[in-house]
């Protein structure tokens, strides 16, 4: 292994293989430096495509609920609730590493595309649905069919060079954080379009007999968008049929690509030592434990996206804001702008002063004090209450996405190409299972806070904000070592 490593090392070509789709992305980025903005610009449309169904619901799923009339009493709703917001990450939770696999072995943009047309034809059924059971069934199918987060993750790190992979992860969870929060605010607007635009449409419409039908067809329209622009999308696997070309041949049966000669360059550098990236995925520690990290943050957000939309909806005698779907979804549209604003413009600034790690760590001591001050906030009203719940909600929002970027770039990096799907399909199943339990628990937490509004130690609402609390200091304490642990090498 020795001679050989040596001998490619003194080879001052790189190679490529002709028709390797992998190896023709090597060559763009060989030959253009730049800021690869035409791949970036796809990746930020597919990435909110998927992520806009995943909490577009939560704004009107209380009321569905009620439609539904499957809640014996009104502070069982949150309860049902629960189960129809996890049922989309449960389902994602049991494919995304078979997704993974898949992407590794026959591309990404194949998944990607599967995914794309999976939101147009579920996300559309759910806005159809008639019961509750074909609520759950509809949205356990749309998580369980599209896997288009991994293989995203994936390939921003392969269409980008070394020095734009933060880029390409920013534009991953900034499109990620702005769908989970834009997507509300489409279903908070559009919800029961007969009753708020009465003049557009009448009761007796298609939209007026399946009231949360309209927000639905809008994303899956997106969506259908979205699939267009992912029959353009190039593949970034290295496919290598065993096909030389002439400068192959000039070293006998030696083939190497730019990627393996990085893998041999790093061996020689740690003498002999098999980097981090190319360990088993599960003995990769690095790798497991920015996983373990990101699922306890996911967890968190998930919760607090379904607790926040059933805490404002909720009436004023159990400590809601009783605010409509339109105000919800007004709340929600003003915290996606600024937080398209933030990681546009100040996250590139903080990171490259900070960290990612620090800029995490940061982001999860601030959110501690600001959700504590959630159950004081339901005591304002009128413009007061508009602009303290704004505010709140934009640096929410914020310090989220702000966690998570940093989190997606460790894990990228402590893994090879090769590997890169099935570890992002790791990713993708473990954290889709820790959401999967976030709005069931957030649900049940909050129907039982709302029954326990004259408790002693920490009434109603401010018991879920606590919990919440909980769960981002395990998340803080998490990014320390010895638990966290970066990764040793990197692969562009």
Same mark, same amino acid.
């Given at each position: 292994?020795?001679?050989?490593?040596?001998?490619?090392?003194?080879?001052?070509?790189?190679?490529?293989?002709?028709?390797?789709?992998?190896?023709?992305?090597?060559?763009?980025?060989?030959?253009?430096?730049?800021?690869?903005?035409?791949?970036?610009?796809?990746?930020?449309?597919?990435?909110?495509?998927?992520?806009?169904?995943?909490?577009?619901?939560?704004?009107?799923?209380?009321?569905?609920?009620?439609?539904?009339?499957?809640?014996?009493?009104?502070?069982?709703?949150?309860?049902?609730?629960?189960?129809?917001?996890?049922?989309?990450?449960?389902?994602?939770?049991?494919?995304?590493?078979?997704?993974?696999?898949?992407?590794?072995?026959?591309?990404?943009?194949?998944?990607?595309?599967?995914?794309?047309?999976?939101?147009?034809?579920?996300?559309?059924?759910?806005?159809?649905?008639?019961?509750?059971?074909?609520?759950?069934?509809?949205?356990?199918?749309?998580?369980?069919?599209?896997?288009?987060?991994?293989?995203?993750?994936?390939?921003?790190?392969?269409?980008?060079?070394?020095?734009?992979?933060?880029?390409?992860?920013?534009?991953?969870?900034?499109?990620?954080?702005?769908?989970?929060?834009?997507?509300?605010?489409?279903?908070?607007?559009?919800?029961?379009?007969?009753?708020?635009?009465?003049?557009?449409?009448?009761?007796?419409?298609?939209?007026?007999?399946?009231?949360?039908?309209?927000?639905?067809?809008?994303?899956?329209?997106?969506?259908?968008?979205?699939?267009?622009?992912?029959?353009?999308?190039?593949?970034?696997?290295?496919?290598?049929?065993?096909?030389?070309?002439?400068?192959?041949?000039?070293?006998?049966?030696?083939?190497?690509?730019?990627?393996?000669?990085?893998?041999?360059?790093?061996?020689?550098?740690?003498?002999?030592?098999?980097?981090?990236?190319?360990?088993?995925?599960?003995?990769?520690?690095?790798?497991?434990?920015?996983?373990?990290?990101?699922?306890?943050?996911?967890?968190?957000?998930?919760?607090?996206?379904?607790?926040?939309?059933?805490?404002?909806?909720?009436?004023?005698?159990?400590?809601?804001?009783?605010?409509?779907?339109?105000?919800?979804?007004? $709340?929600?549209?003003? !915290? =996606? +702008?600024? &937080?398209? #604003?933030?990681?546009?413009?100040?996250?590139? /600034?903080?990171?490259? *002063?900070?960290?990612?790690?620090?800029?995490?760590?940061?982001?999860?001591?601030?959110?501690?004090?600001?959700?504590?001050?959630?159950?004081? $906030?339901?005591?304002? !009203? =009128? +413009?007061? &209450?508009? #602009?303290?719940?704004?505010?709140?909600?934009? /640096?929410?929002?914020? *310090?989220?996405?702000?966690?998570?970027?940093?989190?997606?770039?460790?894990?990228?990096?402590?893994?090879?190409?090769?590997?890169?799907?099935?570890?992002?399909?790791? !990713?993708?199943?473990?954290?889709? #299972?820790?959401?999967?339990?976030?709005?069931?628990?957030?649900?049940?937490?909050?129907?039982?806070?709302?029954?326990?509004?004259?408790?002693?130690?920490?009434?109603?609402?401010?018991?879920?904000?606590?919990?919440?609390?909980?769960?981002?200091?395990?998340?803080?304490?998490?990014?320390?070592?010895?638990?966290?642990?970066?990764?040793?090498?990197?692969?562009?």
């Amino acid at each position: 292994m020795a001679e050989i490593t040596e001998a490619l090392l003194k080879k001052n070509g790189v190679y490529y293989y002709d028709n390797c789709p992998g190896c023709k992305i090597d060559q763009l980025k060989h030959s253009n430096p730049g800021v690869p903005f035409k791949h970036l610009w796809f990746l930020w449309i597919i990435v909110l495509c998927a992520a806009l169904p995943i909490s577009s619901l939560f704004p009107f799923v209380y009321f569905m609920i009620r439609d539904f009339h499957i809640a014996k009493r009104e502070e069982d709703i949150g309860y049902y609730a629960g189960y129809v917001g996890s049922s989309f990450m449960f389902g994602r939770a049991l494919t995304s590493v078979i997704w993974g696999i898949v992407a590794d072995r026959y591309g990404r943009k194949p998944v990607i595309m599967i995914g794309t047309i999976t939101v147009v034809i579920f996300n559309t059924l759910f806005g159809l649905s008639t019961n509750f059971w074909m609520a759950v069934s509809t949205r356990f199918l749309l998580g369980s069919l599209c896997g288009i987060l991994g293989p995203m993750r994936a390939y921003a790190s392969e269409v980008c060079r070394k020095e734009y992979q933060a880029l390409g992860m920013s534009i991953i969870s900034t499109s990620w954080g702005i769908g989970l929060v834009i997507g509300p605010a489409i279903g908070g607007f559009l919800a029961q379009p007969a009753e708020k635009y009465p003049n557009i449409f009448s009761k007796e419409s298609l939209f007026g007999r399946f009231p949360y039908f309209l927000p639905c067809l809008l994303i899956s329209l997106f969506a259908l968008v979205a699939f267009i622009v992912s029959c353009w999308l190039p593949e970034t696997l290295h496919i290598h049929n065993g096909n030389k070309t002439e400068e192959d041949d000039s070293c006998g049966e030696l083939e190497v690509t730019a990627y393996e000669s990085d893998i041999l360059e790093k061996m020689k550098n740690s003498g002999g030592r098999v980097p981090t990236s190319q360990q088993s995925l599960l003995k990769n520690w690095p790798l497991m434990s920015s996983i373990i990290v990101y699922c306890v943050f996911q967890l968190h957000d998930m919760a607090y996206t379904e607790i926040f939309s059933l805490w404002a909806v909720s009436p004023r005698k159990n400590g809601g804001l009783s605010y409509t779907t339109t105000d919800v979804g007004e $709340v929600l549209a003003i !915290s =996606g +702008f600024g &937080l398209l #604003l933030f990681q546009l413009f100040l996250y590139p /600034l903080v990171e490259r *002063f900070l960290g990612p790690i620090m800029v995490s760590r940061i982001g999860a001591v601030l959110t501690i004090p600001l959700l504590s001050s959630y159950p004081y $906030v339901a005591l304002l !009203s =009128g +413009f007061c &209450l508009s #602009l303290v719940l704004n505010c709140a909600s934009v /640096l929410k929002n914020v *310090f989220s996405v702000s966690i998570t970027t940093g989190l997606f770039l460790l894990q990228n990096r402590a893994v090879s190409q090769e590997k890169r799907g099935a570890a992002n399909g790791i !990713s993708m199943s473990a954290m889709s #299972l820790f959401k999967a339990i976030g709005p069931a628990a957030g649900g049940s937490l909050f129907s039982w806070a709302q029954r326990r509004q004259n408790a002693y130690l920490f009434p109603g609402d401010q018991m879920v904000f606590f919990i919440l609390n909980l769960i981002e200091l395990i998340g803080l304490l998490m990014t320390f070592k010895p638990f966290l642990v970066l990764p040793d090498d990197s692969l562009s």
